[in-house]
């Protein structure tokens, strides 16, 4: 079943316009949570507004790859000059992240999601999985193993670590620089800000929540696409996509800025965040999805990452 054969090419543009109100609102709104949590601890320092804050944090920063991602795909602003400076400077900056290398990745995994040259295909393929394999992986997020892992390979990708003919490595801070100018400059710049109010502690908070549920969060994210789907293997989104229906909370962790309608997302990329519900709403009344994977609650999933154990035979 194809777009074209159920929308007409009017109600495509009406779902791919650009608004540069709402690409703004996601930005101020994604910002101001970060604020939120920040505040919470300077006015009410204690171990429970730490852990909302991590929590709050480690959203928001997954929150701002989506933006990044979106950005990236040139579908927030109306203006490629704004999307390039935005999604550089406020969104991918601050996360040490660099949007030409995503976004070459994730073209490719456009491209070729559905089958084995898919380049994210190793995060899913091997899913189910034990529930004590999910448990050590989570653990490694939250212990910031996997973010150490993220960033060696960032770093040796863009040659920031280099590796001698002997395999000695090294570590060249001129190249970091260069390389990674955006992410120390809006780090600097965060940081700034906290200690002009008196709050440079709090930047800690900004780190930890980097090292910990930001990679949980990430990695539930990531398997809600694509693992345990109909067939990975398949050319048609339906069948190696999965849309999820979230709930605030969830909204606030697994799904910022609407990264859980990925299905709609597929279908057509051009589609801006903010009429991916509508752009679901629409397919779904066209009968589209009928037999599309969507599930509700990231519970739900987590359990489907599961294998069951087989009943002991007498």
């Known amino acids: 079943m194809k777009l074209k054969d159920n929308f007409s090419t009017a109600e495509v543009k ?6 540069n109100f709402h690409a703004w609102l996601a930005v101020v709104v994604t910002w101001g949570i970060i604020a939120f949590a920040f505040a919470i601890v300077a006015l009410w ?17 997954l ?3 989506v933006l990044m991602h979106e950005c990236g795909h040139g579908t927030m602003f109306k203006s490629r000059s704004v999307n390039n400076w935005v999604g550089k400077w406020l969104c991918a900056g601050p996360v040490f992240n660099r949007i030409d290398d995503y976004m070459n990745n994730h073209l490719k995994h456009h491209a070729k999601a559905g089958s084995a040259e ?6 899913y393929q091997n899913y189910p999985v034990s529930s004590a394999a999910l448990k050590r992986k ?10 150490i892992n993220f960033l060696r390979k960032a770093f040796l990708a863009n040659n920031i670590i280099k590796i001698d003919k002997s395999g000695k490595k090294r570590f060249d801070l001129r190249q970091f620089f260069v390389r990674m100018h955006a992410g120390i400059i809006s780090n600097l710049v965060l940081f700034g800000i906290l200690a002009s ?28 696409e694509h693992a345990v789907v109909p067939d990975i293997f398949d050319a048609d989104p339906t ?14 962790t697994f799904a910022p800025n609407h990264v859980n309608y990925h299905l709609e997302h597929h279908l057509l990329p051009s589609v801006p965040k903010y009429r991916l519900a509508a752009f679901h709403e629409a397919l779904k009344q066209k009968g589209m999805l009928e037999h599309a994977e969507i599930m509700v609650g990231y519970p ?8 069951q154990p087989q009943p002991v035979q007498a």
């Open 300 to 307: 739900t999933l987590i359990r489907k990452l599961i294998t």
């Open 63 to 65: 929150g701002l790859g």
């Open 14 to 19: 009406s779902f791919c316009r650009r608004s």
């Open 239 to 252: 069948l190696h996509t999965r849309t999820m229906l979230a709930r605030w909370w969830e909204r606030l």
């Open 118 to 123: 898919d380049p994210d295909l190793h995060r």
């Open 138 to 147: 989570l653990f490694r997020d939250m212990t910031g193993r996997t973010t």
């Open 45 to 61: 320092p204690n171990p429970l507004t730490v852990v909302l804050s991590l929590v709050l944090l480690g959203g928001r920063i």
């Open 197 to 224: 109010l008196g709050l440079p502690h709090l930047y800690l908070l900004w780190v930890a929540a980097y090292f910990s549920f930001y990679m949980l969060f990430s990695r539930i994210r990531n398997l809600a």
